[in-house]
């Protein structure tokens, strides 16, 4: 299986700054990753797919990044309403896998 | 617009069986592959099955293969999930997602509300 280590596990950011959570996955996924966001009690939702591409509607202050095993979402210039958890996910192989979480509060 | 809803969650107890259902909306069902992922109390999100557009390809993961069936009715724009043997740690917020491709690339483009599947005594 592809494991997905995400970090920092908690992250809190003052309003204005960027922000910036990590996916190293076990090896390499060719960006078959996406990033989704989820509010308290509420479903997730798609941010980021295909590594960098941003999905309609979502804010453009949210950007991806990265290759092979190594990527990356930005926030650029946290609002409040970002305060939420985030997750990596690679599609690359069966098991589909997640990375464990980041939980970004605001400082 | 898309919409996913499920039902079927409910209190089970261990070894017992439950059926999900996902009634989709908004879009041409038919067109695209279909997954469950849940997610355990407080916990991190969990791949558990998708099936392809027309219910032809089906994958599972580990933990769930020979208990878990995915399933899919087309004319009735209808996901499934029959749970059999189930176990404490299949307590969880079900979700039904549908799949999107793009150049080879896949993701979870739509999530339903979700429902609570408690495994107890």
């Known amino acids: 299986d592809i494991q997905m280590t995400q970090s920092p596990a908690s992250l809190s950011a003052s309003l204005g700054e960027t922000v910036s959570i990590e996916c190293l996955a076990s090896?390499?996924?060719?960006?078959?990753l996406a990033w989704y966001q989820q509010k308290s009690g509420k479903s997730p939702q798609l941010l980021i797919y295909?590594?960098?591409r941003l999905q309609d509607g979502v804010p453009s202050r949210f950007s991806g990044s990265g290759s092979g095993t190594r990527y990356s979402l930005k926030i650029s210039g946290m609002q409040p309403e970002d305060e939420a958890d985030y997750f990596c996910?690679?599609?690359?192989?069966?098991?589909?896998?997640f990375g464990s979480g980041t939980k970004l509060e605001i400082k | 617009e898309v919409q996913l809803v499920e039902s079927g969650g409910g209190l089970v107890q261990p070894g017992r069986s439950m059926k999900l259902s996902c009634a989709a909306s908004?879009?041409?069902?038919?067109?695209?592959?279909m997954a469950w992922v849940r997610q355990a109390p407080t916990k991190g999100l969990e791949w558990v099955a998708t099936?392809?557009?027309?219910?032809?390809?089906?994958y599972y993961r580990d933990s769930v293969k020979g208990r878990f069936t995915i399933s899919r009715d087309n004319a009735k724009s209808t996901l499934y999930l029959q749970m059999n043997s189930l176990r404490s740690e299949d307590t969880a917020t079900y979700y039904c997602?549908?799949?999107?491709?793009?150049?080879?690339?896949?993701?979870?483009?739509?999530w339903g509300q979700g429902t609570l599947v408690t495994v107890s005594s």
């Open positions: 996910q690679q599609s690359y192989k069966y098991p589909l896998t």
């Open positions: 908004g879009f041409t069902f038919s067109n695209y592959g």
């Open positions: 997602t549908r799949e999107e491709t793009y150049y080879g690339y896949n993701w979870f483009a739509y």
């Open positions: 090896e390499g996924i060719s960006n078959d």
């Open positions: 099936i392809s557009y027309d219910g032809s390809s089906t």
């Open positions: 295909a590594a960098s």
